[in-house]
């Protein structure tokens, strides 16, 4: 097959940054973002600046849906649910399905909604996007690394590796889709939820103290975790993640940090969450992931 039409779900920083990216090259017409019928209305009444540059983008409600031979998840985890009811007017016999989200969760959540034949897995890395208000900044786009859990190669990956070459979009097809996406949820549930605990920019956790022992030991909780759930990962790939943090803006803020600064929600039971439950039933305890999840829902609330 062929990928013709794509719906994206989500105007954060992502979606923002692929939708204006795809659709510059193909166009209006076949790139356009979907929504509920109350946040189409506000988006077409919202210019979105990307880069410098109004983008201009396409909406559709349920009501106005077309097929899509491919839908991007590009919510917030809070918003998948929410998400996956509003792209059924979308779907037909062949949609594909990528989520751009961080975690484990969101593929699984796509296959019980429409099945696991329709359904990549991925997760994205090198990305500097942010947003701020109705504008998204980047420098580097980074790339996908998108696979099949089964590891095979088959039609619906094919589809969407030839889009991406087609397009330019930069990508890789690893061995192991779900071993890089554990890989990089061990960086985020140690990085994202301790800058976030403590409200402050990655020059914390890039040099010595209690802040960077406390995300290090996070991270050896997931390694722990990975291990119940045949995912090899090892203290090598914690090593890997040190030495990209030393080269990032001490000045800069994850995404989670800017969560908590902001008073928003934060996407905690994607991290500690997801990993305090797996080990709840395999029968041990994570005091360092049950610390940061207990203070992180504590902030939360001090903003409701």
Known sequence: M?????????????GVMYGNYLKKRMGNENVFFIADE?????????EIICNGESCGFSYRSPKEAVTADLI???VKFMGMEGALETVKPFVGEHTLF??????????????????????????????????DGNEVTYKNMGYITIGNKDRSHDEK????TELFDRTGLAYKVPDDILREQWNKLMLNTGVNQVTAVYGAPYSLIQKEGEARTMMIEAMREVLRVADTQDIDLTEADIDYWLELLATLNPEGHT???QDVLAGRPTEVDLFAGTMLKIAKKEGFSLPVNTFLYEKLKELEGASD
């Open 98 to 131: 990528l989520s751009v989200l961080n975690g484990i969760s969101s593929e699984e959540m796509i296959e019980k909604a429409y099945g696991a034949d329709h359904v990549l897995y991925a997760c994205v890395q090198g990305m500097d996007a942010g947003k």
């Open 2 to 14: 062929e990928i013709k039409k794509i719906g994206i779900v989500g105007q954060g920083a992502l």
């Open 255 to 257: 995404s989670m940090c």
């Open 72 to 74: 991007i998840f590009a």
């Open 157 to 160: 990956l094919k589809a969407v």
């Open 38 to 46: 109350g946040r189409v209305s506000r988006y077409r009444k919202t």
